[in-house]
């Protein structure tokens, strides 16, 4: 297809939800780039019509084996040869999947309405471990096909893929390399980002560290992706993408519905079971005590969970990295503090405890500690000075006298309110400022070329 392809284009009777997983790895591919080689096959071969946006589901950023953001991709397509789309997207990941440097491809298919059941797998996912049995016996429960390489843990993230129901949401367009390209240096115009993020916002978002003045829509490594723009709306999102100077000629592009930009992986309370390593949520309640700031500049406090009695489980110890750019705002916190800490639970090990790595702080309300002082002259506002042991207090100005000592606020530095790291170390699922109370829907209408393939790659 030359020029991009818009809307549902066409389709057939049969609606076939694709999950697929883990075809990457940190030395090349990417699973959006064969969503988008599979997606443009089955569009320029009259094979499928799309229900839906092609889908990024990010899930628990805190699972120890995945390669960069822990995104898996779905696809909702209607066909009238379900057989002919199944073997299209197996051939494709045989061929493409990375797994000789250790990928573990798996993608898992389901005709007809997804079941509630990989809904709330796909809800799990995003924050628990899950393991890569419980995926299998979703899989065989409701009927779905799969096909597994590797170890074939894949299936976690391709089932996910195919259940997780979009609440917010917002979308990506991902613009891709033309294969000679793989593994080079690119060259896009960090001035033409910076333009396009001031023309667009807050219709986008994460495209250009203002602070640090730095574009942020390329990945470093050898994958496909020459740039991602994340954003709100379908069409916004064309005309910016059409207006960053990429350095050289696109593959292709394809916009992705996604839970980037939502903090859903961050939406559950964690209690006392679920604070487990690996697990992703918040934990509210009373900052038990002064943090402490250790070597490095990273700083650590504990909060009591609201609600549990008191001593009846043991505080959360919370760990705020220099480089989340938080470390500041849990040095500044007191105990008594009322707090809420969102991020993922890091296992023990030598030398440092379990903690909750935070990616977010929300200060809900400020502990008053007092301390003792000398009183001030009512007079003269000055601090009196002390006459000695039970002498009482006088004012050296005017004389004034005072008998004891007063309990005087201590000044905090903390304000109430939410602190997030800078977006240049935001996690794709992390809810940047502007989206703060925001609910997008994403609607699929035809109305905007969502996807557009330049240079045919088979993946050869
Ligand atoms: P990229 O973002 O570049 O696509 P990635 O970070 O998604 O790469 P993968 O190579 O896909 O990394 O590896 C993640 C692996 O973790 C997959 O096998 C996926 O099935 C699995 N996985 C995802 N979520 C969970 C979870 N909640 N519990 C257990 N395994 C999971």
Redesign the pocket.
Known sequence: MRAAGGGKNGGGATLLSIGI?????AEG????YLGFMLAAELLEKGEAGFASYPRLV???PN?P?????????GLRVLTDDPGAVKERAIGLVRRCSDVKN?????VAFCEGEVPAELAAFGR?????????AR?LEAAERHGLETFRMGNG??????V?AIGYEFGDSTLEILAYRERGRFGTARAVSPESVRLMHERTRPRTFNSYDEEKRRALVSPRGP?PVLYGIRGEDPAVLLAASRSVDAGEPLAGYMMFQSNQGTGDHLAHELGERDAVP?ASGTVTGTVSGPPRVGPGGHAYFEVAAAGAPAGSRPPVRCAAYKESGLAGCAAAMRGGDAVRAGGGIRRAAAGHPRVLNAEFLEILDLARPTREANPACGRCAKRMKSKGAGQGFKCIKCGSRAGSKVAEAVPRRLRRGLYLPPASAQR?LARPLQRQGVTNAVGFDGSVAWIGRFEVDSGE
């Open positions: 997983d883990d075809t990457d790895s591919m990417c699973t959006t990010r899930l628990n699972v084996w995945r390669t960069r953001g822990n995104g898996a991709v250790g990928a573990n491809p798996a799990a996912a995003l924050w628990r471990l899950l393991p890569r995926a843990r894949g299936l976690v993230g391709a996910s994958d690996h794709h």
